[in-house]
């Protein structure tokens, strides 16, 4: 294989690749970057080839050869200059950035300088994010700092203030297709993963299950329900959609499947060509959006939203979904 | 490191360099030229905007021996190390990553050793927010008054998270947000400075996205120059900051103000495929919008480079939209930006706004140019007159009930009432047994009540918890014979409850039977009745004529028994007797008694016992009927503070008054006051 076409980060991020290409060959590299975006869109993938690159020592054509030592240390997961900080539970701890500044302030085994990757950002503790402060603004040696993270907004301004934000563009659908096709899913979910974001791993691993399609025939009873303006849809709460989503990562699947589904209405009330994101359900979506008023489109919307957004802040998975059942059910009136 | 972040390689040495802060920097020179250093300062403010850079600066220029109008001179030994960092004396800690008490005594420890090399030992705090309330306080001793070689200066972004002791004991500068014109020069003076050109719409769109923050502004400006090509051109800048162009903008508003969703949506699902920014998305419609708003003031004030960069469009574009409507789209735009903050769903997000400021036009629009001041009045009018309508109808519904209701509770008693509706009426709630309660009136005792009141709250404790529940929100004994008592209710459900609870009755019976050590019966009422019922029984029974008929003791005893009935039978006017508590009635009597009380001196007093017929002229009250009643009547209210206590054991000033018949009172009061 050439190497041009080895790594598959290539294809997807052409653009950011060749950036970083040209800031390694010009030595302008800066020592803290932040990559935003969903995991599909390459975001480790690039940290993975920034590191290839840097510690490759057969490099070609600008990229690296992924076959040498160092290479294969670094795609195991090895390599003693390249760490990877991920988060021990819900969070990223203090202590595990008490490590990493330990690990800092060391000089390189292997290579001059070393990459630290911290993956999930956004789940660094208060305490643990303003402790990385210091050392991402003047780090101790010469090192390489990437944050990954899905939600840049919920990190602190200061530590955005010191990095250089990259935004990955969302990968096209037609990628994430491909690649579902290589893990044995259906290539029809590929439109919904490519807007699921954080929620992608949850709904691959019931995909790979065959779990996924009864949620997806739940919200689709219940979408059915609420476009015959049938109060039977706040019963489905209960009697179809509660059973399946016991879990809380299920609940908030569910939620964003729900808000994807009532965006595709909406956004199928004015422009109908549109894509949808449910191949599948395609005739359900767009007969809701026909029985729908604007304003009930609109309303579904913006209240799922909030909805969700109380979700996180623990309120009672039923309790919302219920609740938006009835706000939508009562705007027909 | 063969590469550094502009933001390192141009961090201020000097305070000339630290833009934008001109307030402080120049204090902070003048505190060094003038010899007037304090001992801690507190630097706090926004990310970016010169804390630690200032904290550096001062460090260099208290120690630096070759110092220049305050300055330091960044060329001798001192100042080279501490720009370096390796100056043992000035000693920079992370306070996030050392922020236990065990770190700060350390410092505690070492600050009484004196500085080796320079003149001064300086401790910069930074991200002091972050110690932890042990390591604060610990620091309070030592940050007050600290040796004399040792200066403090803490930095912050969180300034809530100090606490008041420590910001009390320093001297506390504010570093402001550093303005886009500030920026964009310093950044102009960068690229200069490394021969580089640019577009200036470039630099001024990278100072918005930088909002007020310096570090953030050569974070960008850093990331665009790695863009290449020795030129920071606006398309690099719009794609490293996630902006959108002026030409995306005015499309997008075009078709939103046209009403024109789906190219809206469109134009959204775009931007965000090509890895825009949603927040940016917001934050630039709304300069945009801002610079509309401008524009139509003056076209001189629309300044950004969305005014600036197409004239002819954007002169245009002005005049479609009308103001009203900016406002509004503003108003919606700030309300997503905060939701926006907290989502995963920005996309989401964005549509509905496209939604919402697509259709808000054609609500708008059809009633505003139609008629733009009736418009929206018109429909609103007879809404609000049904509403009003509706109200007054309620209104009068309840004053008929309320009616009905004063008619139907004294019914039952003595008094000759009509009460043909009554029973209908009392039906409804739990019936109060106004024979019982008027039977503890006729026997009741201030005494009595005030025993029951002593033991109210040991009663209270000796219930179970639901039964206090019930007993404890506003329910009171209001009056009180030997063996019964009237409790009233604050909330007629409590009162409900409590009447229709025998077990409970028989408990607090019981109970009450063991702290008194003899039987007390207990019977409810609620309190919006019980002003009724007191005075339907004042009405019912003349207390002077039963007082005078009955023995002296017994006429004490038969005194309406709390001091408040008295009181209100003193007062006999209706009105004035509403649900207000026994406070609020002798309140009102006391009101009444200065009036009386100059001349109403001991001596006085006497003087009108003896002699009331020499002084009739002298005051208004001495020409009243009952004189002398009415001033000891007044000497009783100084005296006890409440208008009556009617008591066998009370002096003889008291039973004179108390046989002065209580209807005759408030015309010497009404007297006296006028």
């Known amino acids: ?333 | 490191m063969a590469y550094q972040a502009l933001y390192r390689v141009w961090r201020p040495q000097r305070f000339a360099d630290l833009v934008g802060q001109e307030t402080i920097t120049q204090t902070l020179k003048n505190a060094l030229i003038t010899d007037q250093i304090s001992h801690a300062y507190l630097f706090t403010g926004p990310r970016g905007t010169g804390k630690t850079s200032a904290a550096k600066i001062l460090a260099k220029a208290v120690n630096c021996r070759f110092r220049k109008d305050g300055e330091p001179c960044n060329q001798c030994d001192t100042c080279k190390a501490i720009t370096a960092g390796s100056l043992g004396d000035v000693i920079e800690i992370d306070a996030a990553s050392n922020n236990g008490v065990d770190e700060i005594r350390d410092i505690r420890d070492k600050a009484k050793y004196p500085p080796t090399v320079a003149d001064y030992k300086v401790y910069i705090i930074d991200e002091v927010h972050m110690l932890s309330t042990g390591a604060f306080n610990a620091l309070l001793k030592t940050l007050e008054e600290p040796p004399a070689h040792v200066i403090f200066i803490l930095a912050t972004t969180e300034i809530q998270k100090v606490p008041a002791t420590i910001i009390s004991r320093t001297q506390r500068f504010d570093f402001k947000r550093i303005a886009s014109e500030t920026i964009v020069d310093r950044m102009q003076y960068i690229l200069k400075d490394m021969k580089i050109t640019y577009d200036d719409a470039a630099l001024e769109l990278i100072a918005n996205a930088a909002a007020g923050g310096m570090r953030d502004a050569l974070s960008i400006l850093d990331q665009v120059l790695s863009y290449g090509d020795d030129h920071v051109t606006l398309a690099n800048a719009l794609s490293v900051t996630g902006s959108l162009s002026g030409d995306t903008l005015t499309k997008y508003l075009q078709a939103v103000d046209q009403g024109d969703t789906a190219q809206g949506l469109t134009i959204v699902q775009q931007e965000l495929a090509v890895g825009k920014d949603p927040n940016q998305f917001i934050v630039n419609l709304l300069v945009f919008l801002r610079d509309l708003l401008l524009y139509r003031q003056d076209p001189h004030l629309a300044r950004s480079f969305y005014a600036t960069q197409d004239p002819d469009t954007f002169a245009r574009l002005v005049k479609e939209i009308n103001d009203t409507k900016i406002y509004r789209m503003i108003d919606v735009l700030t309300a997503v930006q905060d939701q926006l903050r907290q989502t995963t769903h920005p996309d989401v997000y964005l549509d509905v706004l496209t939604v919402k400021l697509a259709t808000l036009d054609t609500t708008v629009v059809a009633t505003q140019p139609a008629n733009p001041a009736g418009a929206q009045a018109a429909p609103a009018a007879p809404a609000l007159t049904h509403t009003i309508k509706s109200l007054e109808q309620q209104v009068a519904a309840l004053q008929q009930q309320v009616q009905q209701g004063s008619g139907a509770a004294p019914a039952p008693t003595p008094a000759q009432r009509p009460a043909p509706a009554a029973p209908a009426a009392v039906k409804t709630k739990v019936r109060v047994n106004l024979e019982e309660i008027n039977a503890v009136l006729g026997t009741a005792t201030r005494q009595s009540l005030e025993a029951i009141r002593g033991l109210w709250d040991e009663l209270l404790s000796m219930l179970s918890v639901s039964q206090r529940a019930v007993l404890h929100v506003g329910a009171e004994p209001v009056a009180a014979s030997p063996d019964a008592v009237v409790v009233s209710f604050d909330y007629p459900l409590m009162f409900e409850r409590a009447a229709k609870d025998q077990v409970m009755r028989q408990q607090v019976e019981a109970d009450l039977a063991k702290l008194a050590n003899h039987a007390i019966a207990v019977y409810f009422v609620p309190k919006e009745q019980w002003p009724r019922i007191r005075q339907d029984y004042l009405a019912a029974h003349p207390i002077g004529k039963k007082r005078r008929r009955s023995a002296p003791p017994a006429s004490a005893a038969a005194a309406p028994t709390s001091a408040d009935a008295t009181d209100s039978a003193a007062e006999e006017t209706p009105p004035v007797i509403s649900d207000s508590d026994a406070a609020a009635m002798s309140d009102a009597g006391g009101t009444a008694s200065p009036g009386k009380r100059p001349p109403d001196s001991q001596s006085a007093v006497a003087a009108d016992s003896q002699t009331a017929t020499e002084d009739a002229a002298a005051s208004p009250e001495e020409a009243a009927p009952a004189p002398t009643g009415a001033d000891l009547v007044a000497k009783a209210k100084a005296l006890f503070g409440d208008f009556v206590e009617v008591d066998s054991g009370q002096p003889q000033t008291e039973h004179e008054h108390k046989q002065d018949d209580p209807q005759n009172n408030p015309t010497d009061g009404v007297n006296a006051n006028g």
């Open chain 1, 1 to 333: 294989m050439t190497a041009e076409t080895a790594w598959p980060i290539t294809q997807l991020q052409p653009r950011l690749v060749n950036r970083f290409e040209r800031l390694i060959s010009r030595d302008q590299l800066a020592h803290a970057y932040l990559f935003s975006g969903t995991q599909e869109s390459g975001t480790t993938a690039l940290a993975q080839w920034v590191g290839l690159r840097l510690f490759c020592s057969n490099v070609h054509n600008g990229q690296p050869c992924g076959q040498c030592a160092q290479c294969k240390q670094i795609l195991s997961g090895n390599h003693p200059d390249f760490l990877k900080i991920q988060p021990t539970g819900a969070t990223i701890k203090v202590d595990d950035i008490r490590d990493l500044r330990q690990e800092m302030a060391r000089t390189g085994l292997e290579q001059a300088k070393r990459i630290f990757e911290i993956d999930q950002a956004d789940l660094l503790t208060p305490g643990a994010a303003n402790s990385l402060l210091k050392f991402i603004e003047e780090p101790p040696g010469p090192v390489l700092i990437i944050l990954v993270t899905e939600q840049k907004q919920r990190l602190l301004s200061t530590i955005l203030s010191r990095v250089q934000v990259i935004d990955f563009p969302p990968a096209p659908a037609a990628n994430i297709a491909a690649q579902l096709t290589d893990e044995g899913v259906a290539p029809e979910l590929a439109p919904l993963f490519s807007a699921l974001g954080a929620s992608v791993p949850t709904a691959r691993a019931l995909a790979e299950d065959q779990a996924l399609s009864p949620l997806l025939d739940a919200l689709d009873q219940w979408l059915a329900a609420l476009g015959r303006h049938d109060w039977q849809a706040f019963i489905l709460v209960q009697t179809q959609i509660m059973p399946l989503v016991k879990e809380r990562p299920l609940q908030t699947l569910f939620f964003d499947l729900t808000i994807i589904a009532l965006q595709d209405i909406l956004v199928a009330q004015y422009t109908p060509a549109a894509p949808s994101h449910f191949p599948q359900h395609q005739a359900t979506l767009t007969a809701v959006a026909s029985q729908w008023p604007p304003t009930t489109a609109t309303l579904a919307a913006a209240q799922a939203l909030a909805a969700q957004a109380r979700l996180q802040g623990n309120v009672a998975f039923q309790g919302l979904f219920e609740r938006l059942t009835a706000q939508i059910l009562s705007s027909f009136s």
